[in-house]
């Protein structure tokens, strides 16, 4: 493998096009490549125009690539992005969780199958537009993962999942810049993108999500009831797949007081609704843990917490379970500690790992 030569991950956006521009600039052979994760027209599921990785978005990372004069390739991807993400998102809404798409998409798709691709084009590495940074710590003997520059853009927390393998061939160009920094080097640089807007919606989805799960698995959708902690009937729900934890709006149900949903029960088809001291937990477990700064966790570990992308992190102790699972503490109770939503752990700037809310 060439250790100069890196693909770039290029969804048509500011960032990653930056991020080609700045790695070219370094001294780098740089490909552009793009993932074709868009679905047929005829079938299922179709992409959404102007998103991530959309027609458009190819148009846009070509013309890119075109003004850095570098080569670009698109990869077909199709099948796995509906099998690993689409289908995924709708069989976590169905079973009461909340998903986060993008997390699984980074996992499975980029740092996957999308970094295999590179090393089999002779690449070292695989670049991305991520806000965020890796180095190597001699004392641990470990790649790190630390946030980015740009705190309010940081995209570390989505980013957990990442290997010592993928992370020893992975660059992060934009993570000692901010936003704004990314957007002035793109304009003086001339890039077609520079002023392009972000895309903030599930890249797979047209309009609500809810109406896409009606249409894709209609069968799965059951109304049942709202009942209360202690087992009264409030009001009927839609199906379980159409609300999350601590949801406040558009339950339906008449009360002197605002109500929330605290948990949801696939196996009764019931959502529990409460008010918002019955929504604050201190303690949760995780599955699905991935270390980047250990090597495992052995014994109870103080860090810092977070529970979904927009949430500020809190302090709490994280334990050891058997089966390779964690038991999360908070210092204080905290509002939606949801189901499908990651839990991302912190020692200052370092990620330690994360895993999925049970």
Known sequence: MNKNKVVVAMSGGVDSS?????????????????????????EDYVLKEGGCCSLGAVYDARRVADKLNIPYYVVNFREEFKNSVINYFIKEYVAGKTPNPCIVCNKTMKFNLLLKKALEMDSFYLATGHYAKIEFDDKRGRYLLKKGKDKTKDQSYALYNLTQFELEHILFPLGD??????????????????????????????????DFIKDKAPQSIKPGFFIDSKGNILGKHKGIAFYTIGQRRGLG????????????????????????????????????????????????????IK????????????????????????DEPQKAITPGQSAVFYEGDIVVGGGVIE
């Open 307 to 330: 529970i979904r992308y927009n949430f500020e992190e809190k302090p709490g102790i994280i334990y050891p379970l058997n089966n390779g699972r964690v038991k999360v503490v908070f």
């Open 253 to 304: 149900i008449s009360s002197n007081k605002p109500l929330y949903v605290i948990k949801m029960d696939p196996q009764t088809n019931t959502i529990v609704v409460g008010s918002e001291e019955e929504l604050l937990r201190k303690e949760f477990t995780v599955n699905n843990l991935n270390w980047i700064s250990i090597e495992k966790l052995y014994e109870e570990k103080r860090v810092n």
């Open 18 to 42: 930056t991020a080609a521009f700045l790695l070219k600039n370094k001294g780098y052979e740089v490909i552009g490549v793009t993932m074709q994760i868009w679905q047929n027209p005829d």
């Open 177 to 210: 810049y901010t936003k704004n920094e990314i957007r002035e080097i793109a304009e003086k640089a001339g890039l077609p993108v520079a002023k392009k807007p972000e895309s903030q919606e599930i890249c797979f989805i047209n309009g609500d999500y809810k």
